[in-house]
């Protein structure tokens, strides 16, 4: 089992930052990969960044040169630095936990409101 808890969401205007946080507990060294996906209202999750624990990165094209997910092994936390932020960043942020214990399991963290105004 792993338990996920983020934090950092809230409201800003178009061109601020913001830093989510998700600090990962249970069975951390099962972790494979760790990330960030968005779901916006009445549209699907959407993956927004990833991070393997070989600290191999991925992001979606939208977020690219904008946001950086990086993560602190030391405090079982990855990161989601967020600038430049547009309206369309809007969005419930929600963490993901890759595990592997004999078998593939997926995490997912309760969610982050972060609103973007314009």
């Known amino acids: 089992q792993v338990q996920l808890v983020e934090s950092g969401g809230g409201l800003v205007q178009a061109g601020g930052s913001l830093r989510l946080s998700c600090a990962a507990s249970?069975?951390?060294?099962?972790?494979?990969?760790m990330g960030w996906y968005r779901q916006a209202p009445g549209k699907q999750r959407e993956l927004v960044a990833t991070?393997?624990?070989?600290?191999?990165?991925n992001y979606a094209d939208s977020v690219k040169g904008r946001f950086t997910i990086s993560r602190d092994n030391a405090k079982n936390t990855v990161y989601l630095q967020m600038n430049s932020l547009k309206p369309e960043d809007t969005a419930v942020y929600y963490c993901?936990?890759?595990?592997?214990?004999?078998?593939?399991?997926?995490?997912w963290g309760q969610g982050t409101q972060v609103t973007i105004s314009s």
């Open positions: 993901n936990a890759v595990v592997v214990i004999y078998t593939l399991r997926n995490y």
């Open positions: 249970g069975s951390i060294s099962s972790i494979v990969a």
């Open positions: 991070i393997t624990s070989s600290s191999v990165t």
